[in-house]
């Protein structure tokens, strides 16, 4: 990874806004930037170089993980340091992100100032680098794209544990147990599964409802390997699926593939989504779909773009995004596919290529 010219491209992008120095605070970003693994860590810009700004419990784990980049060991708080540490040099104002930071941080950070410059000091660089972080760099994909089919290939191994009775906590310990032995960090969200009525809740972590001897179980999931995540849902049914329940999961597929094939480079993301609403409003399940159509992802599980209604942002490529349509029909049942897709020079490709045909146990 290239975090020199990771650093460079946001601090010459802090200074077009105004600023002649940037101020990290969010974990995500001073991983993208330094290659630091650790809970708590800031990251200052500045035209004399970079300096990472972590605690006690680090010393070792900085230095190793930070190559390349000044490391300092805060004695009380990294934050205020570092802010103080910034102020101290021949600096007019400094960047930072508004969408990471808080009142009351914003207001530690303005103390740690000398008074005659507080209010003038800090000013707005909202998301920089998480911007700059929605482009992958072919590195990147690479590591994706491992934790992509190894969220299939646990979904393979989880098919012949799903069966009648079984708690969706149950189903969701194997899944995440695989996950561990192959080598993930961690989920990248609390798993979803999902059974029968509640397979209608868009968001329904894995709990202790017993799968029943008939419906859909929804299954929402994704790894973190070598520090990205992947994203990926599956539904499948159990027992005989009755026949508008057949109809409503075509539904959902055809959906879901229309989006897929207008995702290309320089499609709005509104386009995109319209893609998905448009197939569910023609078979009129579209008050059905309660959600944006995807989400971009990578470091962090939801990163822009936003795949939704109206976005006017363009897709580019290298973006990595999902697209997730879904019905859900309270008290009855929901759909939902999803896959994680790559925006390419010549269109897109899918990066979870489980089968997504209706599988039945």
């Known amino acids: 990874m290239d975090y020199r010219a990771r650093r460079q491209k946001a601090y010459e992008q802090a200074t077009a806004l105004g600023a002649d120095a940037l101020l990290i605070t969010h974990v995500p970003d001073a991983f993208y930037l330094t290659g630091f693994t650790g809970s708590n860590a800031v990251v200052v810009l500045t035209k004399r170089g970079a300096t990472l700004f972590t605690d006690g419990r680090y010393i070792v784990q900085a230095r190793e993980e930070a190559r390349g980049i000044r490391v300092v060991i805060a004695k009380k708080s990294a934050l205020l340091e570092a802010c103080a540490a910034v102020a101290a ?52 994909i690479a590591k994706m794209q491992r934790s992509a089919l190894l969220g299939c290939r646990l979904f393979d191994e989880l098919l012949p544990d799903i069966s009648p009775g079984m708690r969706e906590s149950e189903v969701a310990a194997k899944l995440e147990y695989r996950a561990r032995i192959a080598g993930a960090s961690g989920m990248s969200f609390p798993t979803i599964v999902a059974a029968g009525p509640r397979s209608a809740l868009p968001h329904g972590e894995a709990s202790n409802a017993r799968i029943p001897r008939r419906g859909f179980v929804v299954l929402d999931f994704g790894v973190i390997l070598d520090g990205y995540c992947s994203d990926m849902t599956r539904t499948v049914y159990v027992g005989s699926i009755q026949r508008d329940e057949q109809a409503a999961y075509e539904a959902v597929l055809a959906a879901q593939e229309n989006a897929v094939a207008a995702v290309r480079a320089d499609v709005s993301c509104g386009d995109v989504d319209e893609a998905a609403r448009s197939v569910l409003r023609r078979e009129k399940l579209d008050r059905y779909f309660t959600h944006s159509t995807g989400h971009g992802v990578g470091i962090e599980i939801h990163e822009g773009p936003r795949i939704a209604a109206r976005q ?26 999803e896959d994680m897709v790559r925006v390419t020079e010549k269109g897109s490709e899918i990066m979870t290529p489980a089968t997504k045909a209706l599988i039945t146990l």
Not at 112 to 124: D, E, G, H, I, M
Not at 324 to 329: D, H, N, Q, T
């Open 89 to 140: 040099q021949n600096i007019k104002q400094c960047g930072f992100d508004s969408d990471h930071t808080t009142v009351a941080m914003l207001d530690a950070m303005r103390r740690a100032v000398p008074a005659p410059r507080r209010r003038s000091f800090f000013v707005k660089t909202p998301a920089l680098v998480a911007r700059i972080r929605e482009v992958k760099q072919p590195e990147e």
């Open 312 to 337: 006017q942002q363009r897709l580019v490529p290298g973006m990595v995004i999902t697209i997730e349509p879904g019905i859900y029909i309270g008290g009855k049942f929901g759909i939902r596919i």
